[in-house]
């Protein structure tokens, strides 16, 4: 199965502060997603990303969250100023032949 | 994306075959079954998918009725490592967005 590798497992920052998760997906593969998943509820969507541009995003999905590649590799999720009610996992995902979506391990999220 | 209803939650002894239901009375013709796991709170991993034909693979078996609004997982033989959240997912194939709309799945406990 494909792997895909988030980074870090574990953030823990102050309310307010910038964070950046950063997920490797799976080379030569095009379509990226995040998801996230609030203790004890469900995966949300949040945004899905192709050729260099978002292609859709949810209502969550505010302007205090963005979405880049960088470097070509990388992809990376940034929520401008952290709030409490942004603890949570957060999913990267790939989408692959058959449009099944590989997920990565995810990035616990501890805002205090 | 239709709708899917799963039990909340199901038992089955290791070494037995689990089965698991899932109704998805509005599915469109263009729309796939697929389903997913989440193990404690791991990234969700993908089992299978398929449109209207059964499929199987090395981790399950998906049965899927002839009139397409219901299906079944099946796990031939479940072990301990089986124990997860299974989510049953219903999406168009085409596109470019392609998110998953997760629910709350089905707690799969497998006893010894």
């Known amino acids: 199965e494909p792997e895909v590798t988030q980074t870090p497992s574990h953030q823990v920052t102050q309310m307010g502060q910038e964070v950046i998760l950063r997920c490797v997906p799976i080379?030569?593969?095009?379509?990226f997603y995040w998801y996230r998943q609030i203790l004890g509820q469900k995966v949300e969507f949040l945004v899905s990303?192709?050729?260099?541009?978002?292609?859709?995003k949810s209502e969550i999905f505010d302007d205090q969250f963005s979405v880049e590649r960088p470097d070509g590799s990388n992809f990376t999720l940034k929520i401008r100023s952290t709030k409490l009610e942004d603890s949570a996992m957060y999913f990267c995902?790939?989408?692959?032949?058959?449009?099944?979506?590989?997920f990565g391990a995810g990035t616990r999220l501890s805002v205090l | 994306d239709a709708k899917t209803t799963q039990p909340p939650s199901m038992d089955c002894a290791e070494g037995r075959a689990a089965n698991l239901p899932c109704n998805h009375s509005?599915?469109?013709?263009?729309?796939?079954v697929y389903w997913y796991r989440q193990i404690h709170s791991q990234g969700p991993q993908y089992i299978i998918h398929?449109?209207?034909n059964n499929e199987t693979n090395e981790m399950a078996s998906l049965i899927i009725t002839e009139d397409r609004k219901s299906s079944t997982l099946i796990l031939p033989h479940a072990t301990l490592r089986d124990t997860a959240v299974y989510y049953c997912?219903?999406?168009?194939?085409?596109?470019?967005?392609?998110?998953?709309?997760f629910g709350k799945g089905t707690l799969l406990t497998v006893n010894p």
């Open positions: 997912i219903v999406s168009n194939s085409g596109g470019s967005n392609y998110k998953l709309t």
């Open positions: 990303f192709y050729n260099n541009e978002i292609s859709e």
């Open positions: 995902a790939n989408r692959a032949q058959g449009n099944i979506q590989y």
């Open positions: 509005t599915i469109s013709g263009n729309e796939y």
């Open positions: 398929g449109l209207k």
């Open positions: 080379s030569n593969h095009l379509y």
